[in-house]
């Protein structure tokens, strides 16, 4: 089954203390991103890359890190968490950019909380 | 500074037409609209995509009038299982940058 796998699901850290979350996808996608969610504001793009170790910022990626040294995973890094990184994180993959003209497909997401 | 606009909530009844539409400036003639679905616990899900007038598949239509002002996605006979948030995207291609409406919660009563 094509699929976008996030771990975890559900993550509550301290503040400073260092985590990742993974993102893996099975469909040889091109193209993958991360996005937070926060109520009234949708989805905001962190960072994205358009393939194996390449990687661009997007519009809010201070206080985060990626990485791509494979086609398949895409974790996002937080070297030092703090409590307004708290939100619900999404991993996306498409074949293309997700500009256009492309389906992204999205996983199942991860909520975390930083105290 | 690019936004993209769409109303909170809106609702309707089983059986009607919803039409959502997305507001948005600056946006050029080969830039794309995508339309995303989400349920609760759920990533978001392709709806339809295109950046031509009108675009149609098996469940909804999407309508980008001439000034490209705004888009419309058109949801028909809509049922309980339409309940969900839906989002817009624009993708701005000159500035390789995309942006996500900020989600129209849609509830269906029967």
């Known amino acids: 089954e094509a699929q976008v796998t996030q771990n975890p699901r559900y993550l509550i850290t301290v503040t400073g203390k260092k985590l990742t979350v993974t993102c893996s996808q099975n469909m040889n996608h091109e193209y993958m991103s991360w996005y937070r969610q926060d109520p009234g504001l949708g989805l905001r793009q962190i960072y994205y890359s358009m393939n194996v170790e390449v990687t661009d910022k997007g519009d809010v990626p201070e206080g985060y890190k990626v990485s791509r040294k494979e086609k398949r995973n895409f974790p996002l890094i937080l070297e030092s968490p703090s409590p307004n990184q708290t939100s619900l994180y999404f991993c996306?993959?498409?074949?293309?950019?997700?500009?256009?003209?492309?389906?992204?497909?999205f996983g199942q997401g991860t909520r975390l909380t930083v105290v | 500074l690019a936004k993209t606009t769409q109303p909170i909530s809106m609702d309707s009844y089983e059986g009607q037409e919803v039409n959502i539409t997305c507001s948005h400036n600056?946006?050029?003639?080969?830039?794309?609209i995508t339309w995303y679905q989400q349920f609760p616990s759920q990533g978001p899900r392709f709806i339809i995509q295109?950046?031509?007038t009108k675009v149609t598949n098996e469940v909804a239509s999407l309508f980008i009038p001439a000034d490209r002002k705004s888009s419309t996605l058109s949801l028909p006979r809509v049922s309980l299982s339409d309940t969900a948030v839906y989002y817009c995207?624009?993708?701005?291609?000159?500035?390789?940058?995309?942006?996500f409406g900020s989600g129209t919660r849609l509830s269906i009563r029967p």
């Open positions: 995207l624009v993708g701005y291609s000159s500035a390789s940058k995309i942006i």
């Open positions: 295109g950046y031509k």
């Open positions: 996306a993959s498409s074949p293309l950019t997700i500009l256009g003209d492309t389906e992204a497909f």
């Open positions: 600056n946006i050029a003639t080969n830039d794309y």
